[in-house]
């Protein structure tokens, strides 16, 4: 009897687990334990908050990463996007974000802050600005490590972004480069 409930136990343990390792509900394919952006030379961790990873429907030549709040009233248009990038030859982090920076007020974008930081074992760089006309503020972090940029971008509408930031803050100072 004790054999029969022994196989018993184990085939209901076979039954719940992934068919191959590192496969399907994994931890290590699970992108809101971090360990699913190793592959990507990074770990990032949403584990902690209501956020989930979503289809991200805007095509781009970036590989790029979107999460959004869990409970759809706070999703609206609060979301947090990961993007990868390379720097060119001879660039460092303040040209590469000046680059960029030249371009948002052609957009309609006002740049409201910029400070220079560190975060995730690099050197960063913090971009706050608005877009009044759309009535969306923006928290940027540029991250960059060798040739690698990460650019984390977080945006909400300006009466909501107080709140959406606190969550985005804590998602982003989870980054670390592996």
């Known amino acids: 009897m004790k ?6 136990f184990i085939f209901i343990e076979f039954a719940h687990s992934a068919p191959f390792p590192a496969t399907s509900t994994s931890l290590l394919t699970d992108p809101t334990e971090g360990k699913f952006f190793s592959f990507h030379g990074f770990h990032f961790n949403t584990s902690k908050l209501p956020w989930t990873l979503v289809d991200d429907t805007n095509s781009s030549l970036f590989e790029s990463f979107k999460f ?3 409970d759809s009233q706070k999703r609206g248009s609060a979301q947090l996007t990961l993007r990868k990038d390379t720097l060119g030859l001879n660039k460092n982090l303040h040209q590469y ?3 960029w920076m030249k371009e948002y007020p052609q957009f ?7 400070k220079n930081m560190n975060l995730g074992g690099s050197e960063a760089l913090l971009i706050d600005f608005i ?5 969306q503020q923006v928290r940027q972090i540029i991250l960059r490590k060798e040739k690698k940029v990460v650019i984390m971008t ?4 300006i009466q909501k972004f107080r709140s959406t930031v606190t969550d985005c803050n ?9």
């Open 154 to 157: 977080c945006s909400d509408e």
């Open 97 to 99: 974000a000046v680059k």
């Open 131 to 135: 877009h009044k006309g759309k009535g």
């Open 68 to 70: 959004a709040p869990i």
């Open 3 to 8: 054999k029969v409930l022994f196989l018993v």
């Open 108 to 114: 309609g974008f006002e740049v409201l802050t910029t």
């Open 170 to 178: 804590q998602m982003m100072t989870s980054f670390s480069w592996r």
